[in-house]
């Protein structure tokens, strides 16, 4: 088993910055990749950005150039900077590890961007 603990959501204005943690405890040599997802009121969950654990990183596009994941493996913690948020962005944000054969999920952090 893999519990992953999320934290940093909160409120910004738009065009500010937030940082999102996720902390990683258990079985976690089983993960082979880890990424941010979110969910809006009425969508669907959707990938925001993931890691791999030889560190390749995928972007969705509405967040490229301004989201950045990376990890501190020592610490078994992934990382989102978001910067040049936008309303659009808000959402719960969701951290996901994945292996061969499981997927886990974080309970999810409120990112909301005010206009």
């Known amino acids: 088993q893999v519990q992953l603990v999320e934290s940093g959501g909160g409120l910004v204005q738009a065009g500010g910055s937030l940082r999102l943690s996720c902390a990683a405890s258990?079985?976690?040599?089983?993960?082979?990749?880890m990424g941010w997802y979110r969910q809006a009121p009425g969508n669907q969950r959707e990938l925001v950005a993931t890691?791999?654990?030889?560190?390749?990183?995928n972007y969705a596009d509405s967040v490229k150039g301004r989201f950045t994941i990376s990890s501190d493996n020592a610490k078994n913690t992934v990382y989102l900077q978001m910067n040049s948020l936008k309303p659009e962005d808000t959402a719960v944000y969701y951290c996901?590890?994945?292996?061969?054969?499981?997927?886990?999920w974080g309970q999810g952090t409120q990112v909301t961007v005010s206009s």
């Open positions: 890691i791999t654990r030889g560190g390749t990183t």
């Open positions: 258990g079985t976690i040599f089983s993960i082979i990749v």
């Open positions: 996901n590890a994945g292996g061969v054969v499981h997927a886990y």
